[in-house]
């Protein structure tokens, strides 16, 4: 299975500032996924980033907020602007193997704003 | 719309004991996958299965199985004598395949397990 690593591991940000989000895979991919986890709850997805093209974000999150970058084939990279104590999660990106179709995520980055 | 129904919130079992975690699906398509994770208490998440819907044998993994049912529109998890280091949250997830293929996943809320000693 690919190998994720993503960096920061976690952070403590003040409200008002961004944080950029690094996801790095070991393989060549071309979809990869952020994710969001609010505290206690459940998944759900951001924004689907493939490379050489604009990412597709889901309802509810929008690009001025969230800007993805995907340079590459093994990287990808999610700003959380303006940050607020709502944006506190765990952001986890993920990727697809294509033949097996299993998705795999990375060991996430837990944000906390202040 | 697609959604995933995990009624299940928590779910505790003295170790040893064969423990079953329930997820119900909903979705128009009729080509879907169906997933499970486990998330430990280090966060990370570990993919367990991934099942098409065409295929309707259950699966077997050492202590680990999977009940899959179309009719009932149910893709359950069994764990068969439960360790403690099984305890963790447990997510169901729902995918269809859209554009260029990606499978965008939808998740349940989630089933935290607890495996006492």
């Known amino acids: 299975s690919a190998v994720i690593s993503q960096k920061p591991s976690r952070d403590i940000c003040q409200r008002g500032t961004s944080l950029t989000i690094q996801c790095q895979v070991d393989s060549q991919v071309t979809m990869m996924f952020w994710y969001r986890q609010q505290p206690g709850q459940s998944l759900t997805l951001i924004a689907t980033?493939?490379?050489?093209?604009?990412?597709?974000?889901e309802s509810g999150f929008v690009i001025d907020k969230f800007p993805i970058s995907r340079p590459n084939l093994t990287f990808s990279t999610l700003t959380v602007s303006n940050m607020s104590p709502e944006d506190s999660s765990i952001y986890l990106c993920?990727?697809?193997?294509?033949?097996?179709?299993?998705?795999?995520f990375g060991p996430g980055t837990r944000l906390t704003v202040t | 719309a697609q959604k995933v129904t995990q009624a299940q919130t928590e779910i505790s079992v003295v170790e040893k004991e064969d423990v079953t975690l329930d997820c119900v699906y909903e979705t128009r398509d009729t080509t879907y996958y169906l997933f499970w994770y486990k998330q430990p208490p280090s966060g990370e998440l570990v993919f367990l299965i991934r099942?098409?819907?065409?295929?309707?044998q259950n699966e077997i993994s050492g202590r680990y199985s999977w009940n899959f049912q179309k009719s009932t529109s149910s893709f359950n998890f069994t764990i068969t004598a439960s360790q403690v280091v099984d305890s963790a949250v447990y997510f169901c997830a729902l995918s269809e395949a859209e554009l260029e293929g990606a499978q965008k996943l939808v998740f349940g809320q989630g089933t935290r397990l607890t495996i006492n000693p």
């Open positions: 993920s990727v697809e193997e294509t033949e097996k179709g299993e998705q795999y």
């Open positions: 980033a493939n490379q050489g093209s604009e990412a597709t974000y």
């Open positions: 099942r098409n819907s065409f295929d309707e």
